[in-house]
Nanobody
Framework: QVQLVESGGGLVQTGGSLRLSCAAS????????MGWFRQTPGKERDFVAG????????AYADSVKGRFTISRDIAMNSVYLQMNSLKPEDTAVYYC???????????????????WGQGTQVTVSS
């Protein structure tokens, strides 16, 4: 099995930056893709960014393009989300996710990921 643990959330002012981290452990060699989602109360869990572990392809939600950057450290089995120019609407619980089924492109739908972290709160104050 694969386990994911997120860290790095917190409170930041509008325009500020945060870096989220996600460490994978267990049978991490079976991961094909990893991504970040976010969710606010009463709403769906939405795709934020993701990449294919082997090919390195990336994808971003339109709302975060140019502000967020997803990256990875293969040796550390970790993925990061650098979030710049944060806005109050970025406030959410952010979840790290992994897909252990092969995909030729970056999965952007929640159901395509089968391993989830516990989530980390990001709050952007206005």
């Amino acid at each position: 099995q694969v386990q994911l643990v997120e860290s790095g959330g917190g409170l930041v002012q509008t325009g500020g930056s945060l870096r989220l981290s996600c460490a994978a452990s267990g049978r991490s060699f079976i991961i094909y893709s990893m991504g970040w989602f976010r969710q606010t109360p009463g709403k769906e869990r939405d795709f934020v960014a993701g990449f294919t572990w082997g090919g390195g392809s990336t994808a971003y939600a339109d709302s975060v393009k140019g502000r967020f950057t997803i990256s990875r450290d293969i040796a550390m089995n970790s993925v990061y989300l650098q979030m710049n120019s944060l806005k109050p609407e970025d406030t959410a619980v952010y979840y790290c996710a992994a897909a252990t089924l092969y995909r030729s492109s970056v999965p952007t739908i929640r159901s395509e990921y089968n391993v989830w972290g516990q989530g980390t709160q990001v709050t952007v104050s206005s």
